[in-house]
């Protein structure tokens, strides 16, 4: 249990780091951070079924559709039949995702190098340790359809 100190503390450290927008893209993209989500998972896993991401999520194939129709219409991404199963599609980012990840992708990285510049490297280790930790905490005390867990991208 945290003290009252210790969460005091926390909500400062959280509050600067929303002010910083540490991890968060600060242009004004037209996206929802949902939206963002949905090509992020499109992003790491090119080919993605409509119905994986649906599991993935927690939610039904066509309340995925209704959502991926927007991001087709405003070209962000893009289905392809699958050529076995004609009944399903599979998800790609448009050119324009793909521009907008690696400039995402870029900022990310300076933002992390600034995070992590002033600490050695078994700190930041020490640091990395202790998030995740703390975020597995939350993950299984989540709903099990909501914990989200985050995967990496496959390599191509």
């Keep these: ?27 004004d993209i037209g996206l929802s951070l949902p939206q963002i989500g949905l090509l992020a998972m499109v992003w790491r896993e090119p080919g993605l079924r409509v119905s994986e991401l649906a599991e993935r999520l927690g939610v039904t194939a066509p309340t995925v559709s209704v959502a991926l129709r927007k991001l087709e219409q405003d070209d962000w991404l ?4 699958d050529p076995q199963d004609k009944r399903s599609t599979h998800l790609y ?6 521009r907008l990840a690696r400039q995402i992708g870029a900022m990310r990285q300076k933002r992390l190098n600034q995070f992590m510049s002033g600490l050695n490297i078994e700190e930041q280790q020490q640091l990395l340790t202790l998030l995740d930790k703390a975020i597995s905490n939350l993950e299984q005390r989540a709903p099990a359809n909501k914990a989200g867990r985050h995967t990496t991208r496959k390599k191509e």
């Design 1 to 27: 249990m945290a003290s009252s100190t210790n969460y005091k503390q926390f909500g400062v450290l959280m509050a600067r780091l929303e002010k910083l927008g540490l991890g968060s893209p600060k242009a």
């Design 78 to 81: 893009h289905r392809e039949p």
């Design 93 to 98: 980012l448009s050119e324009k995702a793909e």
